[in-house]
């Protein structure tokens, strides 16, 4: 999925130059908000998507700023350690799979659950591994510990992958729904002024 940012949006009021976040300016240095969202920190819109190269480019980009640029300057020195630790727990929060899909869950309206609604069949597999575990570890069997292990983690990995899934077919049938209700919006300012217009003629 390509990856929505506000570069070229945003200019630096103090020096001009072009901002890739809200946060800071990477040329001089200035603070501007610490937005409290994750993505808005980074300059991206939110999303599942994350690619993770290009947000540690810009964690780089923007916390250097921070502490080569803010933090030099006398307006910005309290306010640079305050933009470093926001950059650094946003970066934590959206290179970590769970975190991001708790985060976005939330953001979605969603509430956290303790246990899945299968919860039966899950505690099920759970208790499954839980046993083939302790017997392997019983008879000192490290190619099925190893085994299990790697079970737990396939099971670990699909279910981030199945709410990975989710997000992006919701973050794709809201652009969709979106795209068509401004469709529509634009029918109905067309239809109105056609309607306004008869009934003027009408003298009414
Ligand atoms: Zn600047």
């Known amino acids: 999925m390509a990856e929505a940012d506000l570069s070229g949006v945003l200019t630096c009021t103090d020096c001009g130059a072009a901002r890739i976040s809200p946060v800071v300016c990477t040329e001089c240095g200035t603070i501007f908000e610490i937005p409290s969202d994750a993505f808005a920190l980074f300059g991206l819109t939110r999303s599942w998507a994350v690619n993770p190269t290009s947000l540690e480019a810009r964690y780089e980009a923007l916390s250097r700023a921070c502490r080569e640029k803010s933090a030099t300057r006398q307006d910005f020195r309290e306010k640079s350690s305050e933009a470093v630790a926001a950059l650094d727990a946003a970066r934590r929060l959206l290179l970590d799979p769970v975190e991001r899909a708790q985060y976005l869950l939330t953001s979605y309206g969603g509430v956290a659950r303790d246990k899945p609604v299968r919860k039966r069949e899950f505690q099920t ?74 009934r003027a003629g009408l003298g009414r």
């Not at 591994?129 to 069997?141: H, L, P, S, V, W």
């Open 125 to 198: 597999e759970v208790m499954e591994i839980d046993q083939a575990f302790t017997k392997a570890r019983r008879e000192g069997d490290t190619a099925r510990l190893a085994a299990v292990v790697l079970e737990a983690e396939e099971k670990l990995a699909s279910a981030i992958m199945a709410a990975g899934q989710s997000f992006t077919r919701l973050e794709r049938s809201l652009v969709e729904e979106v795209s068509a209700a401004a469709d529509a919006l634009a029918e109905a300012r067309l239809w109105r002024r056609k309607v306004d217009e008869m």
